[in-house]
């Protein structure tokens, strides 16, 4: 492997997610040579520079100003990208690692030469593709998220074919931005007692857990207990507001005072940040420093809580969360889940001051790193795993066994990933149809191999059965929540064939619908208290 | 022969006038070494010194040969001869845009041999020397991409040189763009706000910087309790925060044209900043010289100059440094100044024989009260003249625009008097012709106004009654409400001229033809229909069957354009 490129057009906290797989390529391909590609508008985020050999700005918000106030120029935007493009070099990349989940990415992807993909694309027939295993997974996952069992980080990681390390995200802050926020706090009187950052904000209203509410968890901790100051934007600013109207207690107002280099500078310096899911939350987390994760709304634990050991999420315990994809919330009903009291008393906890607290609604989970690198957060209230964990340490087993999925056995090796009991919960009726999926499956996979050796005449009726096959499959997972994850990932893997050649086509028809009997197969099995499928996996 | 020629000359005035004008010229064609001969075939050959301009042998065969070979898209024909590559070419439903022939007496010569009617109905043709006018010439590019060229015709003429250049010829891939400033506050801007209007109307994308929505911060400093001197300077230096302000404005939007009206808050600092920036100026100065003298200071840092005053003006505007000082009158906005029907009660309110709506200058203050014994109605605010109280309506306040036009209707007679404060009688330096003259007549109403010395090409003897003094004046009105149907006559011819010559849209689109590179100005002109993105896309994707590099680029663009609002 000698050039890879990463292009990840995403936000801060997308971009920090990213530096523990970087950190995995230099590990893995000493002498490859790695471009990063960011965004314009994200260009000042500190990736660390021994991450990287180039790092290429893609001109978005050039190209987006431009457009605003002349939009006849968009033939000299076209040339500017062109020139974009061929800037990259013209000899192929021998890994494109695409963890932009966008048209926009997709396209790029189209047009950037390579000769191995690992993420989506749109083909010379404008339709969008997935190439790689582990991409191929995370957009499945979007269709059946409660089962989703990997943080992103580890995603990318595994996509990239590198295992985890047990180590965090990383950050390049400079000494005089550590300077000038041992300044800014000295300056208001801050550093003798324990500092608790808090960050209102979040990007969409769902995400974000009230300020007033979060103003009166604040007023639990006594000022002589901890200084709090407001970490965020300046737009942020009216969150500030109104917080101030419920606070009882002093807080330092940081909104807006800090650039990108300083907010890790001043969160290295907390003992905790709280925080609804934001890019601060990354900040944070690659600083070092406890997270109390607030996820509401869309936010999921699994997918993208704070990439560490010891963080705590506090997550609504309710049917509707998290919100599924593309969904629209009226009610916003889970920001009830909890309460002020058990925020502040979680607050407490996580800074060794109290006991772990007991909200009736609602679950606390807590991050760590297991046996092979990757982070996993399990419930720690209530004690004891439900059948929704059950499930979902079955399919993370399932997937851990049937991708290629690299690991390091020496990191964390003490720490088990799957120490609950799996079987006993299921009813007979959800194992019978995970039993019949995978039937199924298996007759389409017969059916596509039939096909490869099949004379033509009769390849058209096999195409049709296979077709009514799959179908079928994508039905019974419209009925069966259980193999959902694993009917999408097939669905996903099928569209993405850009071969059109028969033979090719009932070949990875074949091999996908095996993969997918077999995953339901591992899994009614774990559930229905197979210990050796388990250890096989 | 002589027949046959003027049938082909009528042809040719039609499509082309400016090019039957040079035809009609030309006496002599033996002098200039241009016959005609017989080919074998028997058809007619235009010579050039001897040379024939198409094959003597089977010139029509010939021609065809050479159509069939032509591109199938629009196409100017460079070089006419005798004529039979150009009707070829059409006769092959080629879309043959414009025939240029670099010397006139070869297109008289073969008009005199054969019978090209068809052909000069059809396609225009040019001579070469016309199109020394870039923005003639860019017109042509911009309607074809391709020339095909006759050579025999085109051969040791300056056209051969255009061939070779055609395909590298500008043509504009977007609309222009022009920033229209307007003053403060003052006169001014409503002519500010319909030229932005009027550019409008042209394919340029337009932006107006309204300085008036400043009006109160200037008008406060103006009322600030320091000594004047004080606060002339405040104030001008608020107008200096303005002026680069617009610098700015027209550099982030990367405008290619600041055209600015009297008063637009531009200094010098700023017009030098706006050429560095190789952003045209043009500056339309909508006053009368004598009156208003701070254009000496303007006048070098404008790249065009338009006054409103011919002659001397012009020759001031040189001595001090005016680059390109042109004469531009004053205008219309047929959208706004319209006839009017009135209602009855309109009409009881601004129904009378005689009317002057305006400014009470010392020159209109002395004429009306010579006039005070007529029925009469005067509108406008600071009339505090005794003898004319009585005449005041409307309370002695402003009118608005939309008042002005009911005036005019109910008017049968409206008294339209240049202002001068200097003098009591007529201005004694009639060489502008004011705003109103064209107000007036675009409504459809009758006016009678001082003599001016513009006026003859502005309206003719028919369409605009003028007066030199105040007796001729009172004659005229006797005159004129005892035959309202030569008021109505002359109205109406008058409403038709200033529409046809004298609106805003007419003067924007010379200020744009001269200011403007001239590719743009074609660009802006003539309605260049350009491709947008999306039109782009469709089009790629209903004739390929598969994206190509082209294509992706071309998305990724609409995709940014899409996503940034929603960041």
């Known amino acids: 492997m000698k050039r890879i490129l990463v292009l990840q057009l995403c936000r801060l906290g997308d971009i920090l997610q990213t530096t523990p797989m970087l950190r995995g390529i230099r590990r893995e391909h000493p002498g490859a040579h790695v471009t990063l590609v960011l965004h314009d508008v994200f260009r000042n985020v500190p990736v660390p520079s021994h991450l990287y050999d180039r790092l290429s700005i893609f001109p978005y918000g050039q190209v987006a100003q431009t457009l605003s106030t002349a939009r006849h120029d968009w033939p000299l935007e076209v040339s500017r990208l062109r020139e974009w493009v061929r800037d990259l070099g013209a000899e192929p990349f021998d890994l494109l690692l695409n963890l932009t989940h966008s048209d926009l990415a997709g396209f790029l992807c189209a047009i950037i030469p390579h000769r191995r993909l690992s993420g989506g694309r749109i083909a010379a027939d404008r339709t969008r593709i997935v190439e790689g295993p582990w991409f191929t997974y995370f957009w499945a996952s979007q269709a059946a998220r409660s089962q989703g069992c990997f943080n992103l980080v580890d995603v990318h990681s595994y996509a990239a074919g590198v295992a985890p390390d047990g180590q965090g995200l990383e950050m390049a802050v400079p000494a005089a931005s550590h300077q000038r926020m041992a300044e800014w706090l000295s300056s208001r009187g801050l550093g003798e007692r324990p500092l608790i950052a808090v960050q209102l904000g979040a990007s969409e209203e769902r995400k974000r857990w009230p300020a007033e509410q979060m103003a009166r968890a604040i007023n639990g901790i006594a000022p002589t207990e901890a200084d709090v100051v407001l970490v965020g934007a300046k737009d942020e600013l009216q969150l500030a507001a109104r917080a101030q109207a419920v606070l009882t207690r002093p807080v330092t107002v940081a909104m807006g005072e800090t650039s990108i280099t300083e907010l890790p500078a001043l969160l290295k310096r907390a003992a905790l940040l709280v925080t609804n899911d934001t890019g601060t939350m990354h900040v944070a987390s690659a600083m070092g420093t406890r997270i109390v994760d607030l996820s509401t709304g869309n936010v999921f634990v699994h997918e993208t809580a704070p990439y560490g050991e010891g963080h705590f999420v506090l997550e609504p315990s309710m049917a509707c969360f998290p919100c599924a994809a593309g969904s629209t919330c009226h009610h916003f009903s889970c920001r009830e889940a909890f309460q002020p009291a058990d925020v502040t008393a979680l607050v407490r906890h996580a800074l060794g001051r109290g006991p772990l607290p007991t909200p009736p609604g609602a679950t606390i989970l807590q991050g760590r790193f297991v046996r092979g690198g990757r982070v996993q957060y399990r419930p720690i209230w209530p004690a004891r795993a439900g059948v929704v964990e059950r499930r979902r340490q079955a399919a993370a087993l399932v997937w851990a066994a049937t991708l290629p999925a690299p690991e390091d056995p020496t990191v964390a090796a003490d720490v088990d990933p799957y120490p609950d009991r799996l079987a006993g919960e299921e009813t007979p009726e959800v194992l019978e149809a995970c039993a019949a999926f995978a039937a199924r499956a298996r007759d389409v996979q017969r059916l596509a191999s039939a096909l490869r050796a099949a004379p033509p005449a009769r390849q058209a009726r096999l195409g049709a059965q296979v077709e009514d096959g799959l179908r079928a499959l994508q039905m019974a997972a419209h009925m069966e929540p259980l193999v959902q994850s694993i009917a999408a990932y097939l669905k996903v893997r099928l569209d993405s064939v850009a071969v059109r050649d028969v033979d090719r086509v009932a070949a990875v028809y074949a091999r996908e619908s095996g993969a997918a009997a077999e995953r339901a197969e591992r899994l009614a099995a774990l559930l229905a208290g197979d210990y050796a499928m388990r250890r096989a996996g | ?567």
């Open chain 2, 1 to 567: 022969m002589r027949e046959l020629f003027e049938r082909n000359l009528g042809a040719l005035a039609e499509r082309a006038p400016d090019t039957a004008a040079i035809i009609r010229e030309i006496k002599d064609l033996e002098a200039a070494g241009v016959t005609v001969a017989r080919s074998a075939a028997g058809d007619p050959i235009v010579e050039l010194g001897g040379r024939a301009l198409d094959t003597r042998r089977d010139p029509k065969a010939a021609a065809e040969r050479a159509a069939a070979a032509a591109p199938a898209g629009p196409l100017v024909v460079a070089g006419l001869g005798s004529g039979y590559l150009a009707e070829a070419l059409l006769a092959s439903g080629r879309a043959v845009t414009a025939v240029i022939e670099p010397r006139a007496e070869v297109l008289a010569a073969a008009m005199h041999a054969r019978d090209l009617t068809r052909l000069l109905a059809t396609v225009p043709v040019w001579c070469l020397s016309s199109l020394v006018d870039r923005v003639a010439l860019l017109r042509l590019r911009a309607a074809a991409a391709d020339m095909v060229a006759h050579p025999p015709a085109v051969q040791g003429t300056a056209l051969a040189g255009l061939v070779d250049q055609w395909a590298d010829l500008p043509v504009a891939r977007r609309a222009p763009r022009v920033l229209v400033v307007g003053p403060i506050y003052g006169g001014s801007l409503e002519t500010a706000r319909a030229t932005a209007r009027a550019v409008s109307t042209t394919s340029a994308e337009t932006r107006l910087f309204d300085a008036s929505v400043f009006a109160a911060g200037h008008h406060e400093m103006g009322a600030l309790a320091v000594p004047d001197t004080e606060r002339r300077r405040l104030q001008g230096e608020h107008a200096a925060v303005l002026g680069r302000a617009i610098v700015e404005v027209a550099r982030e939007w990367r405008a290619d044209l600041v055209l600015a009206l009297a008063q637009a808050p531009l200094g010098a600092d700023d017009l030098e900043a706006l050429r560095r920036l190789h952003i045209a100026s043009a500056f339309w100065f909508v006053e009368n010289e004598r009156v208003l003298t701070y254009w000496r200071h303007l006048a070098p840092h404008y790249d065009w100059f338009y006054g409103i005053q011919p002659g001397r003006f012009l020759e001031r505007l040189a001595e001090a440094g005016a680059a390109r000082p042109r004469y531009l009158p004053m205008a219309c906005d047929p959208a706004v100044h319209r006839p009017v029907e009135l209602t009855a009660a309109e009409r009881a309110t601004y129904g009378c024989a005689i009317s002057f709506a305006g400014a009470p200058y010392l020159n209109r203050r002395r004429t009306l009260v010579a006039l005070a014994d007529l029925d009469f109605k005067i509108w406008g605010d600071g009339w505090n003249e005794p003898a004319l109280a009585h005449l005041v309506c409307g309370e002695g306040r402003r009118f608005d625009v939309e008042a002005m036009v009911r005036i005019f209707a109910g008017s049968a007679i409206n008294l339209n008097l240049h202002s001068a404060n200097h003098v009591t009688g007529l201005d004694p330096d009639p060489d502008f012709v004011n705003p109103r003259t064209f107000e007036i007549a675009a409504c459809g109403a009758f006016q009678l106004v001082d003599r001016r010395t513009p006026l003859p090409e502005l309206f003719a003897p028919d369409e605009m009654v003028a007066f030199g003094s105040v007796a001729e004046l009172r004659a005229q009105i006797a005159h004129y409400l005892a035959h309202p149907d030569e008021r109505a006559a002359i109205a109406a011819r008058a409403r038709a001229r200033a529409i046809a010559d004298h609106t805003y849209e007419r003067r924007a689109r010379q200020i744009l033809r001269d200011a403007l590179p001239a590719h743009l100005a074609v660009a802006a002109l003539d309605g260049i229909e350009f491709e947008t993105l999306p039109m782009a896309l469709e089009r790629l994707e209903t004739t390929r069957a598969m994206m190509d590099e082209d294509e992706a680029l071309m998305r990724i663009v609409l995709e940014v354009e899409k996503n940034w609002g929603m960041r």
